[in-house]
Antibody
Framework: QVTLRESGPALVKPTQTLTLTCTFS??????????VSWIRQPPGKALEWLAL???????YYSTSLKTRLTISKDTSKNQVVLTMTNMDPVDTATYYC????????????WGQGTMVTVSS | QSVLTQPPSVSGAPGQRVTISCTGS?????????VHWYQQLPGTAPKLLIY???NRPSGVPDRFSGSKSGTSASLAITGLQAEDEADYYC??????????????FGGGTKLTVL
């Protein structure tokens, strides 16, 4: 059974750096074709793709946020980490990690999400 | 503004059929990229509903179907049920987002079952 779970702070202050961890099970990110992505959703708004890392350690970022994002993986721990610098109240959102299915390029399994509020 | 355009809301009575459109352009849907659909029930994470334009993952009822033509795609729900009330998102890829994986989502459509 494939599962993903996000963890990180519920509250960060403006200008701080956010670090989120996605811990997954049921698959290995060292397997060819496997990818994990981060997606966020501000309250009452649409989904927004943030970043993706693949089995070969290739990394991709949203063009609008790429200067603030860093994605990395620890294959031995089955974890993917996202850092976002210079947090602002507009970054308040639920942050999801999701697996990208290698046979369809769809996000087939999602974590439950973690809500992050940016406020002083 | 989302790269993929969806109607903000649709509604239908139980048992009826509703469709949700997802309109893109020549750099995404029109370029041949597949469209995927997600269902987000209130307070929960999105769930894959349709992949590869028209394929249903195991466990998704055949009341849900997807199609794609030109620069648009559609999600159809027949035999509408109260539990179908949710937000629905389309997703594809865009070749104009250089240096990025090009993942794009629609703005989402809220389905209300009357």
């Amino acid at each position: 059974q494939v599962t993903l779970r996000e963890s990180g702070p519920a509250l960060v202050k403006p200008t701080q750096t956010l670090t989120l961890t996605c811990t997954f099970s049921g698959f290995s990110l060292s397997t060819s074709g496997m990818c994990v992505s981060w997606i966020r959703q501000p309250p009452g708004k649409a989904l927004e793709w943030l970043a993706l890392i693949d089995w070969d350690d290739d990394k991709y970022y949203s063009t609008s946020l790429k200067t603030r994002l860093t994605i990395s993986k620890d294959t031995s721990k089955n974890q993917v980490v996202l850092t976002m610098t210079n947090m602002d109240p507009v970054d308040t959102a639920t942050y999801y990690c999701a697996r990208l299915a290698d046979d369809s390029d769809a996000f087939d399994i999602w974590g439950q999400g973690t809500m992050v509020t940016v406020s002083s | 503004q989302s790269v993929l355009t969806q109607p903000p809301s649709v509604s239908g009575a139980p048992g009826q059929r509703v469709t949700i459109s997802c309109t893109g352009s020549s750099s995404n849907i029109g370029a041949g990229y597949d469209v995927h659909w997600y269902q987000q029930l209130p307070g929960t994470a999105p769930k894959l509903l349709i992949y590869g334009n028209s394929n249903r993952p195991s466990g998704v009822p055949d009341r849900f179907s997807g199609s794609k033509s030109g620069t648009s795609a559609s999600l159809a729900i027949t035999g509408l049920q109260a539990e179908d009330e949710a937000d629905y998102y389309c997703q594809s890829y865009d070749s104009s987002l250089s240096g990025s994986k090009g993942v794009v989502f629609g703005g989402g459509t809220k389905l209300t079952v009357l």
